[in-house]
């Protein structure tokens, strides 16, 4: 599976950004999907998450509310929705593919996109 993170850009805080993965080389309704991001200095964490079927999906405390993760396995693609944006939600953004739903490690994770930065500005 590759996947192909898009969306990013600079936004001022209180806006939204729409951030696309699109999957290709096999199809991947059968894999969980997370969002991941990674800060300057800091590691990367964990985000969002949404289950095979998109029937569940799972957040970090800090984004809970604000953020919203979806999937149409029919276009190989999922989507986070980011709304009310923070300075501290600065960072580079991963999408990633593997076999545990909800899983909150990075090592759990089999496939990733390349990133797509999200800056956002006080």
């Known amino acids: 599976v590759q996947l192909q993170a898009s969306g990013g850009g600079l936004v001022q805080a209180g806006g939204s950004l729409r951030l696309s993965c699109a999957a290709s080389?096999?199809?991947?309704?059968?894999?969980?999907l997370g969002w991941f991001r990674q800060a300057p200095g800091k590691e990367r964490e964990f985000v969002a998450s949404?289950?095979?079927?998109?029937?569940?999906?799972y957040y970090t405390d800090s984004v809970r509310g604000r953020f919203a993760v979806s999937r149409d396995n029919a276009k190989n693609t999922v989507y986070l929705q980011m709304n009310t944006l923070k300075p501290e939600d600065t960072a580079v953004y991963y999408c990633?593919?593997?076999?545990?739903?909800?899983?909150?490690?990075?090592?759990?994770?089999?496939?990733w996109g390349q990133g797509t930065q999200v800056t956002v500005s006080s």
């Open positions: 949404i289950s095979w079927g998109g029937g569940s999906t």
């Open positions: 080389g096999r199809t991947f309704s059968d894999k969980a």
């Open positions: 990633a593919a593997g076999a545990t739903q909800h899983a909150i490690i990075v090592g759990e994770y089999d496939y």
